[in-house]
């Protein structure tokens, strides 16, 4: 976010990390928070620990297929005898932590495809929102009927038209769920903007002639920042839950990284022979989603308790 | 309030505009070229030309953006200089277009260099016959004749200079000389009607799409006779008991199914109602576009997969707004009344805590409907979603447009029902 | 009144004579994590039928929980730790939900602060009335509305009738708070609570309801138990009163005894804070108590009030006082309440007193001439929406003329919606003006800031009323003090810093405030960091928009000190806006009077609070509540309420309600007609209104003192 301190000079703050330490104790205040923060850090050194390691090359074909959970597979294998278990760990990889960019030359930038689309709908919806909010008027006319008219879709179908569009790929998805989560950002934020808009240290920087940026981005946008952090957490687990429904129809990230979604549609065919490849991704999907709305919904408690 | 409704109903008719218009330009402008993907990428560059020039995609899109939405028979009959009309053809139930010279159904056709007019008699047959007059002379000198084709399409031939175009036929691609020198597509446009042929079938969308629609609306419409009563029911219960264990049971049940995609929810019901217990089947064969109306029971997984994550929403944003209710200072008045508990419940709290949910749940309507999209496409129920899906799959805009555009009217007329419904609830605005 | 009231009666239990409600030692504990809190201790009083005792103190003292611990409205959180709470000599402590909302309602009933939050949105009144009736006397509907519209009238609710069917938001605050007061009465309550029903009422509304108040309890004979921060209105409708601070009852009396002679050190130091109506900065001084209340969780162990006080000696620190009574009658939480003799107090060395300049009459710095503020409003119906209709305007400053002089203060009252804050806010720039002249040290001021000169900006600044909004709470003190030295570029970077610890000590902060959180100030530390960043640019004007009306009182005191102290130390001119008429009788050099966007006398302060007055004037002075109950005040009321100033009366706005009129020529008819004339009597005083001077000089003062006894 473009959070920006003002310039002053020998001004002593506290350090980011004890920040960061100050966020993390109001949430495990919490007990569903720090269930919550639990699931979603479990995850997250999932996917750490398969960027070094993996029980198997997670897309080589070296088991008998359909295998149950055993003491060599722990979750068992695929309809192409491919481990499971690798391949949910490979799987976190382009949710979380890489995004790989078109071309053949499997060049990948940090962040995975579910963070940077949050990440863009935030941006694109805190710019929205906060000029609607502050400005009003026309302004507020204009971005909101725009806005409307993307709330308008159904999210799936907006996904399906984009990729329709554009086709299929990681910056598709990341376009996809930008433009999708962009208004349901924009309107928190417009709401946030015109509450904090009434507020007299926002008269007080209009008395001192500041401009319209400054008052928006440093003078509301900090204050927002709360709201926003809860928001993007349940928007990450929206991500994913798009990510895993587009893979599921087919349309998701592309190989040959495996996706959870794609994981699941694969299986089914197979449900009748083998369960458990159904069941796995499917537990993987529901549980990253679960946490992060459980650590939401701690962080929202401790934000609105700590404000009381 | 007439202020509102007249906003509400404005802002509404803007919203589908826009719709349009970005629908439009992100599929016919923003994706590729759709000849490739009919003709197949071992086609010319030459006949990929001549075969869009024949779709009528050489006009610049904003043109083409009219055309699809409003149509284009009343530009094409300045042109021609006679009405237009559509009749349908009984055999195969499809419309054609004629024009109506002096009474007579009329289309052209252009053979070795001579003009010939088709007359439609009463029986439906044609007859043919020689065309001298009608040629008009440009200021160039030379003479061209604007009528309409045997494809549905006004096309302007020139005399002498017939272009050499590629004509697709079931055999395969044919090359013909004569031809004319522009196409314009007859259509109706969406606002009447008219969402143009697919490409995947070469039939209008329209005739597929209304049995479709059907579908989807019987089963998203038996979801939410499911979903809003005990919805409603779970989240005020939760909210009413606030912190106890029933709202805790009722919350983490609620998360936990709006947290599941419904392609994961819909798979465990099939493996646990499919497989493991065997009530229901587990995998549902929709022989016609009717089945469900000759077997209910196929619905029943479908419908189960769309309520659960609908209920897990609606629920909680109902105990949200029962628990901020429940500590407005006017319950605190009606509790230091002495109204006993019930009352306070039913008679103060309800009717404010069931305002907000009301615009979420029709605002949530398009979610609804999304979540239509992947159970269909889970139990190949076909509906509207699917057809969405299967098209997008394809890459075929005008049923992609046709489907997403009745996917945006359904999503926003619940919306406005759902604005106009907050509006009589709340008297701060009904009585303004 | 003349109507007959058919009230049922029966509810109070006769037979029992004993008070009708009496707390002894109550303690009052929330459970709150990792413990509990004690908000309430050792609380103990009765009040008898037809008595109205008063609970006073600051926030935060307790007194509201007292009020929720006997309606047994404590929250999940909140219980009564120890001591009882008997209501008709039943035990209420213990007793099942099922009973206490039996009583509740029906033999004790309510009243709150906010009445607009306190009724349901989406009920109509007369359902919300009619419920009282037919939930605990079961009584038919018909009858019980016709009780209701009753009661309605006991109230002087105009149109009654009607009212029973429109909802809360379609009538205005003061008659939102006349039905919450009918609904509290309908069954006749043996116990009426009220928690500051008329906090959020302007004041000439404040009055009428004080006035019902005092009425329904000589009628209706029931106990009252009257909570407020307001000494004034404790000495307008409180028989007894009991002082409270950081949970505890420091004083307990009548209301003649403790106004009279306050015994508790508290008591007395808040009667210091607060400027008697009349009183000015030159001839008096406001004392602020020095500190802060203690939170309940660290409380000291001796006399709560012992670290505050300046008679404490060794024994207040170590002994926790009991409540004891004196000859007079009153009781007293003090171990030397004998020995303090307030006529010989001394204000203690770290009470901030400001020094004071005399300010001789100077160049105007800032010229306003006809100045005019006009909103369009935009209608609802069809035709408004296709432009068919001509636009309408809220009149919201009309004709605005005055001048301020450099360094002196102009003081701006006026209830809510006067057009007051439009003025400064068209002043300071965040409003253009409609029409009319404006000029500050001879630059045009018409327009807003975007079209000001950066070193135009740097001389205007403004402190603001809400202590909890005035600061941005994601930045630290220092930063936003040195803000506006940063965007002024009135001190170089490196030295912001050295500057805005200076300011801080000016504001007596010191530098520790730097890196400070606003959420880590208390309400009167946030208000003197958003004057330090008023005066960091050292503007030559600073408009202060009630500053120090979210206060309590000793708060209150203190900053209206740091503010006389700062303008005569830097020498800057001032326009204080507020609702308080003895605050800004105090604070002012000159004041102007508003209504409905007119002003409607200006002059110099101490000719504006004495004959001749504006008729409003008049008014507003006699709906003051004073805390002195023997100042005999005369007794004039306003009708109605305050028109739309979209469509403000002809002639003389405040026609319709001036209880003078007709001393105006022609009967008054002349009000209705025509425009004033400005009236002037002497140095600048000026009144905007057709009766002539000669009369208006012939009304008595508003305020007169009855003979000591």
Redesign the interface.
């Known amino acids: 976010m473009t959070?920006a301190?003002?310039?002053?000079?020998?001004?002593?703050?506290p350090s980011r990390l004890r920040k960061l330490w100050d966020t993390l104790s109001v949430v495990l205040?919490s007990r569903i928070g720090t269930v919550g923060l639990a699931i979603v850090v479990f995850w997250v050194v999932i996917a750490l620990l398969s960027l070094f390691w993996t029980p198997y090359p997670p897309n080589s074909s070296l088991f008998v297929q359909n295998l149950p959970p055993n003491l060599t597979n722990v979750l068992g294998t695929d309809h192409l005898g491919r481990d499971l278990a690798s391949r949910l760990m490979q799987g976190t990889q382009v949710i979380l932590l890489k995004t790989r960019l078109p071309g053949d030359t499997h060049v990948a930038i940090p962040g995975g495809v579910a963070l940077w689309g949050v990440f863009g709908s935030l941006f694109l919806g805190a710019i929205l929102g906060l000029n609607a909010g502050y400005r009003g008027g026309w302004w507020d006319q204009v971005i909101m009927?725009?806005l409307?008219?993307?709330?308008?879709?159904?999210?799936?179908?907006l996904y399906?038209?984009?990729?329709?569009?554009?086709g299929q790929g990681d910056l598709v998805v990341i376009f996809a769920i930008t433009i999708t989560g962009a208004p349901g950002v924009a309107r928190l934020v417009r709401s946030l903007a015109l509450d904090i808009k009434?507020?007299?240290?926002i008269?007080?920087a209009?008395?001192?002639?500041?401009s319209l940026a400054y008052i928006m981005y440093r003078?509301i946008l900090?204050?927002a920042?709360g709201p926003l952090l809860v928001d993007a957490m349940l928007r990450v687990?929206y991500a994913i839950?798009a990510i895993?429904?587009l893979g599921?129809?087919?349309?998701g990230l592309p190989p040959p990284d495996p996706d959870w979604?794609n994981m699941?549609?694969e299986a089914?065919r197979n449900?009748?022979l083998n369960?458990w490849a159904?069941i796995f991704p499917?537990l993987a999907?529901?549980s990253l989603?679960?946490g992060l709305?459980?650590f939401a919904?701690g962080l929202r408690e401790e934000i609105t308790r700590y404000q009381k | 309030m007439a202020r509102f409704i007249i906003r509400s109903i404005l802002s509404t008719i803007i919203t589908m505009l826009l719709v349009s218009f970005a629908l439009f330009f992100l599929l016919e402008v923003g994706s590729g070229d759709v000849t490739v993907k009919i003709l197949g990428i071992e086609s010319t560059p030459e006949q990929r030309a001549s075969y869009r020039a024949q779709l009528g995609l050489d006009a610049p899109p904003l043109q083409r953006y009219f055309d699809w939405l409003i149509g284009n028979d009343f530009r094409a009959e300045k042109l021609v200089g006679y009405p237009l009309v559509s009749i349908k053809n009984q055999q195969t139930k499809e419309e054609e277009w004629w024009a109506n010279v002096d009474g007579q159904l009329t289309r052209w056709q252009m053979q070795k260099g001579q003009l010939l007019a088709l007359r439609r008699q009463p029986d439906g047959s044609r007859t043919k016959h020689m065309v001298s007059g009608g040629w008009q002379t440009a200021k160039n000198g030379q003479e061209f004749f604007w009528g309409v084709d045997t494809d549905n399409r006004a096309v302007k031939w020139v005399r002498g200079a017939g272009e050499t175009v590629w004509v697709r036929t079931k055999a395969g691609f044919r090359k013909e000389g004569d031809g004319p020198r522009q196409y314009i597509p007859l259509r109706k446009g969406l606002l009447r009607g008219d969402a143009g042929q697919s490409l995947q079938t070469g039939r209008p969308v329209a005739v597929t799409l209304i049995p479709r629609v059907r579908n989807t609306l019987v089963l998203a419409g038996v979801a939410f006779l499911f979903i809003m009563p005990l919805a409603l029911f779970f989240g005020i219960m939760a909210g009413i008991n606030e912190g106890k264990p029933l709202d805790r049971v009722i919350s983490i049940l609620g998360l936990g199914a709006t947290a599941t995609p419904e392609f994961v929810s819909g798979i465990f019901l099939i493996l646990i109602f499919g497989i493991w217990l065997r009530v229901l089947p587990a995998v549902a064969l929709f022989t016609s576009a009717d089945a469900i109306f000759s077997n209910p029971k196929l619905l029943a997984l479908p419908v189960m997969t769309l309520a659960l994550v609908e209920l897990g929403y609606v629920s909680r944003m109902t105990r949200a707004s029962m628990v901020e209710v429940m500590s407005a200072p006017y319950i605190r008045t009606a509790i230091i009344k002495g109204m006993p508990y019930r009352r306070v419940v039913f008679k103060h709290a309800l009717r404010n805590a069931l305002m907000a949910p009301i615009t979420v749940i029709m605002l949530h309507v398009n979610w609804l409907v999304g979540g239509v999209v992947v159970v269909e496409a889970i139990f190949g129920y076909p509906g509207l979603g699917k057809y969405i899906y299967d098209s997008a799959i394809f890459g075929d805009p005008n049923a992609v447009e046709a489907a997403a555009m009745l996917t945006v009217t359904i999503a926003i007329s619940t919306r406005l029902v759902g604005d106009l419904a907050y509006t009589f609830l709340n008297p701060r605005i009904r009585y303004s | 009144m003349a109507t007959t009231t058919s009230l049922d009666t029966s509810s109070i239990t006769y037979g029992h004579t004993g008070p009708v409600l009496k707390l002894e030692n109550v303690a009052i504990a929330y459970k709150v994590r990792g413990g509990e809190i004690e908000a309430v201790q050792n609380v103990s009083f009765e009040i008898n039928r037809g008595e109205s005792h008063g609970l006073v103190g600051e926030s935060g003292c307790g007194k509201s929980t007292v009020a929720w611990a006997v309606v047994n409205f404590l929250g999940a959180n909140g219980y009564v730790k120890r001591g009882s709470i008997r209501f008709l000599g039943r035990e209420l402590t213990g007793r099942s939900g099922e009973d206490l909302r039996r009583l509740r309602g029906d033999q004790i009933a309510m009243v709150y602060q906010d009445p607009m939050q306190a009724l349901n949105p989406s009920l109509r009144l007369g359902d919300q009335l009619k419920e009282v009736l037919t939930v605990h006397r079961g009584m038919a509907d018909a009858e019980a509305a016709r009780r209701s519209i009753e009661m309605l009238e006991r109230v002087y609710m105009p149109d009654a009738a009607d009212v029973m069917r429109r909802f809360p938001h379609q009538i205005s605050g003061g008659q939102q708070q006349r039905v919450v007061i009918a609904m509290a009465l309908l069954n006749n309550p043996a116990l009426l609570i009220m928690d500051e029903p008329t906090t959020a009422l302007d004041v000439t509304v404040e009055a009428a309801v004080l006035d019902l108040i005092a009425d329904l309890r000589r009628e209706f004979d029931t106990a009252i138990m009257y909570i407020t921060h307001n000494l004034g209105v404790v000495a307008r409708v409180c028989s007894k009163v009991g002082v409270m601070y950081a949970g505890e009852m420091v004083e307990r009396g009548l209301v003649e005894q403790i106004f009279k002679r306050p015994q508790h050190p508290y008591t007395q130091g808040l009667m210091r804070c607060v400027p008697k109506l009349g009183a000015d900065k030159a001839s008096s001084m406001l004392y602020p108590i020095r500190g802060r209340v203690p939170p309940p969780h660290s409380r000291p162990i001796g006399c709560v009030f012992g670290p505050r006080c300046d008679y404490a000696q060794e024994r207040c620190r170590m002994e926790r006082p009991a409540l004891r009574t004196m000859p007079n009658g009153v009781q007293v939480r003090c171990h030397f309440a004998e020995d303090i003799d307030p006529s010989q107090w001394q204000p203690h060395e770290d009470v901030e007193l400001p020094t004071l300049r005399e300010v001789v009459a100077s160049e105007p710095i800032l010229e306003v001439q006809h100045l005019k503020k006009y909103y369009e409003v935009s209608g609802s119906t069809i035709k408004d929406i296709l432009g068919l209709r001509p636009k309408s305007y809220v009149k919201a400053v009309e004709d605005a003329t005055f001048t301020v002089q450099k360094g002196r203060t102009l003081g701006v009252v006026g209830e809510s919606g006067c057009g007051k804050s439009t003025l400064i806010k068209t002043i300071i720039g965040l409003e253009d003006s409609t029409d009319g002249k404006a000029e500050f040290m001879g630059f045009d001021i018409t327009g807003n800031i975007a079209s000001r000169d950066i070193k135009l900006i740097q001389e205007l600044q403004m402190v603001f009323q809400n202590p909890d909004s005035t600061m941005n709470p994601s930045y630290t003190v220092g930063q936003q003090i040195g803000r506006p030295m940063v965007r002024f570029k009135t001190v170089p970077k490196k030295q912001v810093r050295d500057e805005v610890i200076k300011i801080l000590q000016a504001m007596r902060l010191g530098e520790t405030y730097y890196d400070r959180l606003p959420r880590q100030l208390s309400g009167g530390e946030k208000q003197r960091v958003g004057i330090a960043r008023a005066l960091a640019s050292h503007p030559n004007l600073v408009l202060c928009d009630e500053p120090v009306s979210a206060l309590d009182v000793s708060v209150q005191a203190a900053i209206l000190n740091l503010l006389l102290d700062a303008q005569s130390k830097l020498g800057t001119t001032m326009v204080f806006i507020a609702h308080d008429l003895s605050v800004v009788r105090f604070f002012s050099d000159d004041v102007a009077v508003m209504y409905l966007g007119q002003i409607m006398e200006i002059g110099p302060a101490e000719a504006i609070y004495a004959p001749p007055y504006h008729p409003y004037t008049e008014a507003l002075l006699s709906a003051v509540p004073i805390p002195d109950p023997t100042a005999a005040q005369k007794h004039i009321r306003l009708e109605g309420s305050v028109p739309s100033a979209l469509n403000p009366p002809s002639g003389c706005r405040f026609h319709t309600r001036c209880p003078q009129r007709h001393f105006a020529p022609e009967g008054g008819a002349v009000c209705a007609t025509q425009i004033p004339p400005w009236q002037e009597t002497d140095n600048g005083h000026k009144i905007f209104c057709h009766i002539p001077l000669e009369t208006l000089r012939t009304f008595d003062p508003v305020i007169s003192h009855k003979e000591k006894d």
């Open positions: 959070v301190q003002p310039a002053l000079g020998a001004s002593k703050r205040n009927q725009v409307d008219a993307l709330i308008a879709f159904p999210v799936i179908v399906l038209v984009i990729i329709a569009a554009l009434t507020r007299d240290y008269r007080a209009e008395t001192r002639g500041e003078e900090p204050n920042r687990g839950f895993g429904t599921f129809l087919g349309l979604g699941v549609n089914r449900i009748f369960q159904v499917s999907i529901a989603v679960v709305n459980l919904d």
